[in-house]
């Protein structure tokens, strides 16, 4: 079936950076753009930015521009999001899904799979 | 602070109707198609309906999505007890360039 699998939890120190994996499997990775989302702790979902797997392009929320980084390995399906000058208010579970659309009278966009989510906490 | 509104909760007793509100703007809702996730307590995200009204297969038809003007509903009708979980709704916004969210309704099963 189709999915995403995300690398484990990580704890880092406020300054850091961290890396999370998003594996793709169960359809052709390079035909549909991978997007980040985060939920920090009792928070809604807040949206961070895309990749296309194909091109490598890249699209960030204006919040995040110059802190985060998307990049992908398509020989083995994944993809990447590195976040910079962590801080405590980063600590969230950050998860990555593929965006699907369809076109007709209006672009109909959404998000499915998603991974299960990977906790990323910032403390010293 | 979410750019769409949501109702904090919800409740309803086993096999009644319930609705979930969400509020926009022209920019979001207004001019673009509204999804709804099931987020079950600890689990990632799970698209619930998507185009506004259009179910996944595999989704029961117990669920059910609209949109009017800047605002958008999903009802759930036949309540169950693992219908228990966090509801967002989603947009495309013209001005961000990019999706935003609800905040979230925790729905209680009584």
């Known amino acids: 079936q189709e999915q995403l699998v995300q690398s484990g939890a990580e704890v880092k120190k406020p300054g850091a950076s961290v890396k999370v994996s998003c594996k793709a499997s169960?359809?052709?990775?390079?035909?549909?753009?991978i997007n980040w989302v985060r939920q920090a702790p009792g928070q809604g979902l807040e949206w961070m930015g895309w990749?296309?797997?194909?091109?490598?392009?890249?699209g960030y929320a204006q919040k995040f521009q110059g802190r985060i980084t998307f990049t992908r390995n398509t020989s083995i399906n994944t993809a990447y999001m590195e976040v910079s000058s962590l801080r405590s208010e980063d600590t969230a579970v950050y998860y990555c899904?593929?965006?699907?659309?369809?076109?007709?009278?209006?672009?109909?966009?959404?998000?499915?799979?998603w991974g299960q989510g990977t906790l990323v906490t910032v403390a010293s | 602070q979410s750019v769409l509104t949501q109702p904090p909760s919800a409740s309803g007793t086993p096999g009644q109707r319930v609705t979930i509100s969400c509020s926009g703007s022209?920019?979001?809702?207004?001019?673009?198609?509204v999804n709804w996730y099931q987020q079950l307590p600890g689990t990632a995200p799970k698209l619930l309906i998507y185009?506004?009204?259009q179910r996944p297969s595999g989704v029961p038809d117990r669920f059910s999505g609209s949109k009017s003007g800047t605002s958008a509903s999903l009802a759930i009708s036949g309540l169950q007890s693992e219908d228990e979980a966090d509801y967002s709704c989603?947009?495309?916004?013209?001005?961000?360039?990019?999706?935003?969210f609800g905040g979230g309704t925790k729905l209680t099963v009584l």
């Open positions: 185009g506004n009204d």
């Open positions: 989603a947009a495309w916004d013209d001005s961000l360039n990019g999706p935003v």
């Open positions: 990749m296309n797997p194909n091109s490598g392009n890249t």
């Open positions: 169960g359809y052709t990775f390079t035909n549909y753009d």
């Open positions: 899904a593929r965006e699907k659309f369809e076109l007709g009278a209006a672009i109909v966009r959404w998000f499915d799979p």
């Open positions: 022209s920019s979001n809702i207004g001019r673009n198609t």
